[in-house]
């Protein structure tokens, strides 16, 4: 991808409608609901988020911030995402994709298995049966994913065979 297109890549990831106050009120939602189920988590800030997804995606994923604000599924699971790297010491920035892909490839794995469980505990089968179809196609490009990554996944596919 030329630069330019690459900016403006990375431009619309961080769009948003929101206000930063709004955003930070959407992140407290979902933290109230991690802190019911007892999860370790580690408070992410709305410029953590937003500062996350500045950086590109080198998988080329385009799902941007306003999907992620706009689908309580996937603000989960960025949030156990972010929560997963703070954990393992890492400060969230732009780059952290490309500068960290095992830590959060890691991170991402932890963050479906949760984003998995809420939707099946919300009902929205579809919702899960669409992430299982994702999960069924990760596997199959990514030939050198971790051993451990791939066994999660794999889990993951018995746990919710819809």
């Not at 988590?41 to 604000?69: M, N, Q, R, V």
């Not at 890492?90 to 998995?116: G, K, M, N, Q």
């Not at 809420?118 to 030939?143: H, M, P």
């Amino acid at each position: 991808m030329k630069p330019d297109k690459i900016d403006e890549a990375q431009r619309l990831r961080t769009q948003s409608k929101l206000s930063i106050q709004e955003i930070q009120m959407k992140i407290e939602h979902i933290e109230i609901i991690l802190a019911k189920e007892s999860i370790d988590y580690h408070h992410i800030s709305a410029g953590e988020l937003i500062e996350y997804f500045k950086g590109p995606a080198p998988s080329g994923d385009l799902t941007t911030l306003s999907d992620i604000l706009e689908n309580r599924w996937l603000l989960i699971h960025e949030l156990v995402e972010l929560s997963e790297l703070k954990k393992l010491k890492l400060e969230i920035f732009s780059s952290l994709l490309r500068t960290h892909p095992a830590e959060v490839d890691y991170a991402h794995i932890i963050a479906l298995e949760y984003e998995l469980k809420f939707a099946n505990q919300g009902g929205d089968n579809e919702w899960v049966i669409r992430r299982i179809r994702g999960i069924k196609s990760w596997l199959a490009d990514d030939e050198k994913m971790p051993s451990e990554i791939k066994s999660r996944c794999h889990k993951l596919i018995e746990k919710y065979p819809h």
